[in-house]
Protein backbone atom coordinates (compact mmCIF):
# COMPACT_ATOMS: atom_id res chain seq x y z
CA UNK A 1 0.00 0.00 0.00
CA UNK A 2 1.82 2.91 -1.01
CA UNK A 3 1.80 6.69 1.19
CA UNK A 4 -1.13 8.91 -0.34
CA UNK A 5 -3.29 5.70 -0.03
CA UNK A 6 -2.60 5.24 3.82
CA UNK A 7 -2.72 8.82 4.69
CA UNK A 8 -6.26 8.73 2.62
CA UNK A 9 -7.38 5.96 4.88
CA UNK A 10 -6.37 7.50 8.35
CA UNK A 11 -8.34 10.39 7.52
CA UNK A 12 -11.13 8.36 6.77
CA UNK A 13 -11.06 6.33 9.74
CA UNK A 14 -9.91 9.34 11.83
CA UNK A 15 -6.80 7.23 13.58
CA UNK A 16 -3.20 8.77 13.42
CA UNK A 17 -1.12 7.98 10.90
CA UNK A 18 1.81 5.73 11.63
CA UNK A 19 5.38 7.05 10.51
CA UNK A 20 6.69 5.28 7.67
CA UNK A 21 8.92 2.93 7.82
CA UNK A 22 12.26 3.89 6.06
CA UNK A 23 13.82 1.77 3.94
CA UNK A 24 16.34 -0.90 4.73
CA UNK A 25 19.52 -0.16 4.21
CA UNK A 26 22.00 -1.85 2.32
CA UNK A 27 25.01 -2.74 2.09
CA UNK A 28 28.07 -2.37 -0.85
CA UNK A 29 27.41 -5.16 -3.15
CA UNK A 30 30.27 -7.17 -3.38
CA UNK A 31 32.39 -6.65 -7.06
CA UNK A 32 31.12 -9.08 -9.45
CA UNK A 33 34.37 -11.89 -10.05
CA UNK A 34 34.81 -14.27 -13.28
CA UNK A 35 34.02 -17.56 -12.47
CA UNK A 36 36.66 -18.90 -13.88
CA UNK A 37 39.33 -16.95 -11.12
CA UNK A 38 36.91 -18.52 -8.31
CA UNK A 39 39.32 -21.00 -6.53
CA UNK A 40 38.33 -24.44 -6.12
CA UNK A 41 37.45 -25.95 -3.06
CA UNK A 42 39.96 -27.79 -1.07
CA UNK A 43 39.46 -31.55 -0.85
CA UNK A 44 39.27 -33.25 1.97
CA UNK A 45 42.61 -34.84 3.37
CA UNK A 46 42.98 -38.46 2.94
CA UNK A 47 41.67 -40.12 6.39
CA UNK A 48 45.33 -42.49 7.44
CA UNK A 49 44.94 -45.83 7.15
CA UNK A 50 44.53 -47.62 10.22
CA UNK A 51 47.60 -49.30 12.28
CA UNK A 52 45.93 -52.55 12.02
CA UNK A 53 46.37 -52.79 8.41
CA UNK A 54 49.85 -51.69 8.29
CA UNK A 55 50.46 -54.75 10.92
CA UNK A 56 48.80 -57.24 8.46
CA UNK A 57 51.10 -56.47 5.20
CA UNK A 58 54.22 -56.62 7.49
CA UNK A 59 52.68 -60.34 8.96
CA UNK A 60 51.78 -61.38 5.69
CA UNK A 61 55.38 -59.81 3.99
CA UNK A 62 57.33 -62.02 6.55
CA UNK A 63 56.60 -65.38 5.23
CA UNK A 64 56.68 -64.38 1.57
CA UNK A 65 60.49 -63.26 2.64
CA UNK A 66 61.26 -66.22 4.20
CA UNK A 67 59.75 -68.56 1.72
CA UNK A 68 62.32 -66.90 -1.08
CA UNK A 69 65.12 -66.70 1.16
CA UNK A 70 64.61 -70.65 1.81
CA UNK A 71 64.76 -70.81 -2.03
CA UNK A 72 67.88 -69.25 -3.16
CA UNK A 73 69.78 -70.94 0.12
CA UNK A 74 68.86 -74.06 -0.97
CA UNK A 75 69.79 -73.65 -4.74
CA UNK A 76 73.03 -72.02 -3.85
CA UNK A 77 73.75 -75.00 -1.25
CA UNK A 78 72.78 -76.92 -3.66
CA UNK A 79 75.24 -75.53 -6.71
CA UNK A 80 78.37 -75.80 -3.77
CA UNK A 81 77.39 -79.08 -2.85
CA UNK A 82 77.72 -80.23 -6.90
CA UNK A 83 80.74 -78.66 -7.20
CA UNK A 84 82.82 -79.58 -4.23
CA UNK A 85 81.53 -83.24 -4.76
CA UNK A 86 80.81 -84.19 -7.83
CA UNK A 87 82.02 -83.42 -11.79
CA UNK A 88 79.38 -82.61 -14.69
CA UNK A 89 79.71 -82.33 -17.84
CA UNK A 90 77.31 -82.87 -21.19
CA UNK A 91 80.14 -83.11 -23.55
CA UNK A 92 79.80 -86.99 -23.67
CA UNK A 93 78.62 -89.48 -26.27
CA UNK A 94 78.27 -93.65 -26.14
CA UNK A 95 81.44 -95.21 -27.67
CA UNK A 96 81.51 -98.79 -28.93
CA UNK A 97 83.30 -101.85 -31.13
CA UNK A 98 81.44 -101.58 -34.14
CA UNK A 99 82.26 -104.96 -35.66
CA UNK A 100 82.28 -105.49 -39.29
CA UNK A 101 81.85 -109.28 -40.08
CA UNK A 102 82.21 -109.99 -44.06
CA UNK A 103 83.08 -113.57 -46.46
CA UNK A 104 86.51 -114.33 -47.15
CA UNK A 105 86.20 -115.68 -50.24
CA UNK A 106 84.73 -113.36 -52.99
CA UNK A 107 81.47 -114.34 -54.47
CA UNK A 108 77.83 -114.08 -54.53
CA UNK A 109 75.76 -113.24 -51.56
CA UNK A 110 72.68 -116.05 -52.10
CA UNK A 111 71.13 -115.32 -48.38
CA UNK A 112 71.20 -112.56 -45.71
CA UNK A 113 68.55 -113.04 -43.94
CA UNK A 114 68.83 -111.06 -40.54
CA UNK A 115 67.79 -107.04 -40.10
CA UNK A 116 69.11 -104.15 -38.50
CA UNK A 117 68.51 -104.82 -34.15
CA UNK A 118 67.78 -108.70 -34.23
CA UNK A 119 70.07 -110.26 -31.65
CA UNK A 120 72.78 -112.50 -33.07
CA UNK A 121 74.46 -115.64 -31.46
CA UNK A 122 78.05 -116.02 -31.07
CA UNK A 123 78.71 -118.92 -33.96
CA UNK A 124 75.80 -118.18 -35.97
CA UNK A 125 75.40 -118.21 -39.61
CA UNK A 126 74.26 -114.56 -40.38
CA UNK A 127 75.05 -115.14 -44.39
CA UNK A 128 76.03 -117.18 -47.03
CA UNK A 129 78.38 -116.93 -50.23
CA UNK A 130 78.21 -118.90 -53.21
CA UNK A 131 81.93 -119.55 -54.32
CA UNK A 132 82.98 -120.37 -57.93
CA UNK A 133 84.69 -124.11 -57.67
CA UNK A 134 88.29 -123.41 -59.20
CA UNK A 135 88.80 -124.70 -62.67
CA UNK A 136 91.23 -127.50 -62.25
CA UNK A 137 92.57 -130.37 -64.95
CA UNK A 138 91.61 -134.11 -65.37
CA UNK A 139 94.22 -135.72 -63.33
CA UNK A 140 96.88 -137.67 -65.61
CA UNK A 141 95.76 -135.75 -69.16
CA UNK A 142 97.82 -133.34 -70.77
CA UNK A 143 94.76 -131.24 -71.82
CA UNK A 144 93.13 -128.92 -69.13
CA UNK A 145 89.71 -129.52 -68.76
CA UNK A 146 87.67 -126.13 -68.26
CA UNK A 147 84.32 -126.42 -66.19
CA UNK A 148 81.80 -123.84 -65.76
CA UNK A 149 80.45 -123.80 -62.33
CA UNK A 150 77.15 -122.57 -62.16
CA UNK A 151 74.97 -124.95 -59.45
CA UNK A 152 77.77 -126.36 -58.18
CA UNK A 153 79.10 -123.57 -56.23
CA UNK A 154 80.08 -124.05 -52.92
CA UNK A 155 78.25 -122.01 -50.47
CA UNK A 156 80.50 -120.64 -48.08
CA UNK A 157 78.78 -119.65 -44.71
CA UNK A 158 79.52 -116.64 -42.58
CA UNK A 159 79.35 -116.92 -38.83
CA UNK A 160 79.15 -114.21 -35.83
CA UNK A 161 81.99 -114.11 -33.59
CA UNK A 162 80.50 -112.70 -31.02
CA UNK A 163 77.00 -112.27 -29.11
CA UNK A 164 75.77 -108.51 -30.09
CA UNK A 165 73.01 -106.66 -32.36
CA UNK A 166 73.08 -105.99 -35.49
CA UNK A 167 73.89 -102.54 -35.73
CA UNK A 168 74.16 -102.06 -39.80
CA UNK A 169 73.58 -104.31 -43.18
CA UNK A 170 75.80 -103.59 -45.99
CA UNK A 171 75.11 -106.10 -48.05
CA UNK A 172 71.99 -107.32 -50.48
CA UNK A 173 70.97 -110.82 -51.31
CA UNK A 174 71.88 -111.20 -55.18
CA UNK A 175 75.32 -108.84 -55.38
CA UNK A 176 78.39 -110.13 -55.21
CA UNK A 177 81.02 -109.21 -52.61
CA UNK A 178 84.50 -109.48 -52.69
CA UNK A 179 87.32 -111.17 -50.08
CA UNK A 180 86.73 -109.20 -46.82
CA UNK A 181 83.77 -107.06 -48.02
CA UNK A 182 81.51 -106.42 -44.74
CA UNK A 183 78.45 -107.64 -44.92
CA UNK A 184 76.87 -106.96 -41.67
CA UNK A 185 78.44 -104.28 -38.87
CA UNK A 186 77.69 -106.06 -35.19
CA UNK A 187 77.79 -104.04 -31.72
CA UNK A 188 78.38 -105.94 -28.21
CA UNK A 189 76.31 -104.40 -25.55
CA UNK A 190 78.99 -105.78 -22.96
CA UNK A 191 81.51 -103.54 -25.15
CA UNK A 192 80.06 -100.09 -25.05
CA UNK A 193 81.09 -97.48 -23.08
CA UNK A 194 80.74 -93.47 -22.63
CA UNK A 195 83.66 -90.91 -23.95
CA UNK A 196 83.16 -87.63 -21.93
CA UNK A 197 85.13 -84.67 -22.44
CA UNK A 198 86.10 -82.81 -19.09
CA UNK A 199 87.53 -79.38 -18.66
CA UNK A 200 91.57 -79.36 -17.65
CA UNK A 201 90.60 -77.46 -14.80
CA UNK A 202 88.95 -80.14 -13.43
CA UNK A 203 90.27 -83.58 -14.72
CA UNK A 204 92.76 -83.42 -11.96
CA UNK A 205 89.81 -84.58 -9.58
CA UNK A 206 88.65 -87.40 -11.94
CA UNK A 207 89.88 -90.80 -10.96
CA UNK A 208 90.02 -94.32 -12.41
CA UNK A 209 87.54 -96.60 -10.36
CA UNK A 210 84.86 -93.28 -9.03
CA UNK A 211 81.43 -93.79 -9.68
CA UNK A 212 79.36 -92.21 -12.10
CA UNK A 213 75.82 -91.13 -13.51
CA UNK A 214 75.28 -91.40 -17.22
CA UNK A 215 71.73 -90.38 -17.80
CA UNK A 216 71.27 -91.21 -21.92
CA UNK A 217 69.38 -88.88 -23.68
CA UNK A 218 68.05 -90.99 -26.80
CA UNK A 219 66.26 -93.58 -23.72
CA UNK A 220 66.10 -90.95 -20.97
CA UNK A 221 67.18 -92.92 -18.45
CA UNK A 222 70.14 -92.97 -15.90
CA UNK A 223 72.32 -95.85 -15.69
CA UNK A 224 75.44 -96.60 -13.12
CA UNK A 225 78.51 -96.33 -14.21
CA UNK A 226 82.55 -95.75 -13.37
CA UNK A 227 85.55 -94.18 -14.49
CA UNK A 228 87.64 -96.95 -16.34
CA UNK A 229 90.76 -94.28 -17.62
CA UNK A 230 91.92 -90.98 -17.96
CA UNK A 231 93.25 -90.33 -21.63
CA UNK A 232 97.01 -88.65 -21.10
CA UNK A 233 96.04 -86.10 -24.01
CA UNK A 234 93.93 -83.44 -25.02
CA UNK A 235 91.00 -84.52 -27.43
CA UNK A 236 92.94 -81.45 -29.88
CA UNK A 237 95.77 -84.01 -29.98
CA UNK A 238 94.17 -86.52 -31.84
CA UNK A 239 92.20 -84.01 -34.42
CA UNK A 240 93.63 -84.58 -37.98
CA UNK A 241 95.13 -80.73 -37.86
CA UNK A 242 96.67 -80.20 -34.76
CA UNK A 243 96.78 -76.26 -33.15
CA UNK A 244 100.27 -75.38 -33.47
CA UNK A 245 101.47 -71.73 -31.92
CA UNK A 246 104.32 -70.81 -34.26
CA UNK A 247 103.80 -67.07 -34.59
CA UNK A 248 103.91 -66.23 -30.73
CA UNK A 249 101.13 -65.24 -30.01
CA UNK A 250 99.11 -66.89 -27.63
CA UNK A 251 95.77 -66.92 -26.91
CA UNK A 252 94.41 -69.57 -24.12
CA UNK A 253 91.78 -72.05 -25.21
CA UNK A 254 90.22 -74.87 -22.67
CA UNK A 255 91.44 -77.95 -23.96
CA UNK A 256 89.53 -80.91 -22.77
CA UNK A 257 90.51 -84.55 -21.72
CA UNK A 258 88.68 -87.55 -22.52
CA UNK A 259 87.56 -90.03 -20.04
CA UNK A 260 86.38 -93.62 -20.65
CA UNK A 261 83.39 -94.23 -18.42
CA UNK A 262 82.01 -97.73 -17.99
CA UNK A 263 78.23 -98.50 -18.38
CA UNK A 264 75.89 -101.39 -16.73
CA UNK A 265 73.52 -100.67 -19.01
CA UNK A 266 71.98 -104.21 -18.14
CA UNK A 267 69.63 -105.62 -21.06
CA UNK A 268 69.27 -101.79 -22.06
CA UNK A 269 71.53 -101.14 -25.83
CA UNK A 270 72.82 -97.22 -25.73
CA UNK A 271 72.81 -96.52 -29.42
CA UNK A 272 76.35 -95.41 -30.59
CA UNK A 273 77.09 -92.03 -30.93
CA UNK A 274 74.37 -90.55 -29.02
CA UNK A 275 74.42 -87.65 -26.87
CA UNK A 276 74.75 -88.38 -22.66
CA UNK A 277 75.09 -86.66 -19.60
CA UNK A 278 77.70 -87.84 -17.11
CA UNK A 279 78.11 -86.86 -13.52
CA UNK A 280 81.36 -88.46 -11.50
CA UNK A 281 81.71 -88.39 -7.58
CA UNK A 282 84.92 -87.17 -6.64
CA UNK A 283 84.46 -87.14 -3.24
CA UNK A 284 82.67 -88.34 -0.57
CA UNK A 285 79.79 -86.27 0.30
CA UNK A 286 79.45 -85.30 4.06
CA UNK A 287 76.29 -84.93 5.92
CA UNK A 288 72.64 -86.04 4.25
CA UNK A 289 70.14 -84.17 1.66
CA UNK A 290 66.95 -85.59 0.17
CA UNK A 291 68.67 -85.20 -3.22
CA UNK A 292 71.35 -87.51 -2.55
CA UNK A 293 71.31 -91.25 -4.16
Known amino acids: MSTVQQRSSSARTGQPQAPPRPPPERGPEPESQPAASAAPAPAPPPQAAPPRSKRRRLLLLVPILFIVGAIGGTIGYRYWYD ?29 A ?9 RDQV ?8 QVGAVPFSDTPLLQETQSANARVAVHSPIDGVVAARMGNVGSTVTAGQAIYALVDPRRVWVNANIEEAKVNRVQPGQTVEVHADALDRTFPGRVQAVTP ?13 VSGNFTKVTQYVPVKILVDSGDALLPLGTSVEVRIQVAEPKGWLPWQH
Request: overall charge negative.
Open 126 to 133: IAEVAVPQ
Open 83 to 111: SAYFVSTDNASVTGDLIQIGSLNAGRLVS
Open 233 to 245: ASAATFSLLPSQN
Open 113 to 121: PLEVGQQVA
